[in-house]
């Protein structure tokens, strides 16, 4: 009882289908997939500004 058959997921993704339609789930997935880009381009602009600040902050003699 505490398992998933596979007729279970195909008519939980039948209903996902039928409640999102065909087009608005690559739709879906194409607006995670510009979040990712997005925190990751974050991020790596994140690492560039701190490497930028400990370089102007060192003080040759």
């Not at 997939?33 to 102007?56: H, L, P, V």
Request: hydrophobic fraction near 45%; charged fraction near 25%.
């Amino acid at each position: 009882m505490g398992s998933f058959s596979a007729w279970h997921w195909l008519i939980v993704l039948a209903i996902v289908v039928i409640l999102f339609g065909r087009g608005k789930i690559p739709e879906l997935m194409g607006d995670v997939a510009q979040g990712i880009r997005a925190f990751k381009k974050g991020i790596d602009d994140e690492a560039t500004s701190k490497k930028d600040r400990d370089g102007t902050n060192t003080v040759g003699s």
